[in-house]
């Protein structure tokens, strides 16, 4: 198992910017992707940013430009940059592990308000 740790969330106004992170212990080795969701009330969880093992990185259109996802392997932790926030960026983010057959791992999540 993974076990993840979302930190950084917060309450922000619009267009200011917050920086997610998400720490990962447990088998790290297994695991293949990582990636940031959010689910606003009343909505889907949609998937925000992806990065696997080998640095693909995919963004949603809606945060394409504004966020940026990277990693730090020593601290085997991801973040999520976010820039020119918008009131529509508001919900709960969430941190994933995919560990292919192993199957997948989210966190608690953070919550991210965007308000003026």
């Known amino acids: 198992q993974v076990q993840l740790v979302e930190s950084g969330g917060g309450l922000v106004h619009p267009g200011g910017s917050l920086r997610l992170s998400c720490a990962a212990s447990?088998?790290?080795?297994?695991?293949?992707?990582m990636g940031w969701f959010r689910q606003a009330p009343g909505k889907q969880r949609e998937m925000v940013a992806t990065?696997?093992?080998?640095?693909?990185?995919n963004y949603a259109d809606s945060v394409k430009g504004r966020f940026t996802i990277s990693r730090d392997n020593a601290k085997n932790t991801v973040y999520l940059q976010m820039s020119s926030l918008k009131p529509e960026d508001t919900a709960v983010y969430y941190c994933?592990?995919?560990?292919?057959?192993?199957?997948?791992?989210w966190g608690q999540g953070t919550q991210v308000t965007v308000s003026s």
């Open positions: 994933k592990a995919n560990r292919g057959w192993r199957g997948v791992n």
């Open positions: 447990g088998s790290i080795s297994s695991i293949l992707a």
């Open positions: 990065i696997t093992t080998g640095g693909i990185i």
